[in-house]
């Protein structure tokens, strides 16, 4: 009886630790599923993962996609793109992302999400920096 209270306990107290990994691991799809959405120029999709207020900013797939690939073209377009740390800030996450471009150079990409009133997570920002480049 000890060992099965014991066990219960150990559960609830790692449970917001799975709940936290959980909202990284489902963050990180979505920065992913954008990710590929910009390989296969899919503007719908790749826009679908922005949260409501870029999409206000920028308000049809097209006119994103435009900014992307004039603004952040290690993103639109790389040889790599890997998960680094993250950060968990009540229903924000912030994940860095690093990045080695088409011509071969190294970047880094933290991009921020908020969790939306229908518990995915959406993309609120990415600020991108050549990497050793101070901040």
């Known amino acids: 009886m000890r060992i099965a ?3 219960v306990a150990i559960a609830i107290a ?3 630790l799975a709940a936290r990994a959980d909202d990284v691991s489902a963050a990180q799809d ?3 599923a954008q ?3 910009f390989v296969h120029d899919d503007a719908t999709a790749a826009y679908s993962y922005a949260a409501p207020a870029i999409q206000q900013i ?3 797939p097209e006119i994103f996609m435009s900014m992307v690939q004039n ?3 290690p993103v ?3 040889k790599s793109f890997e998960f680094g740390d993250s950060k968990i800030e009540g229903s924000s996450i912030a994940q860095r992302v690093h990045i080695i471009d088409a011509n071969g150079e190294a970047w880094e990409a ?3 999400l908020e969790q939306q009133a229908d518990g995915s997570y959406k993309i609120t920002g990415c600020s991108l920096l050549k990497a050793g480049q101070a901040v």
């Open 35 to 37: 990710e590929q959405a």
């Open 110 to 112: 933290l991009y921020t």
């Open 14 to 16: 790692f449970s917001p």
């Open 58 to 60: 920028f308000p049809a």
């Open 76 to 78: 639109y377009r790389h």
């Open 30 to 32: 979505a920065i992913r």
């Open 5 to 7: 209270t014991l066990v």
């Open 71 to 73: 603004g952040y073209a």
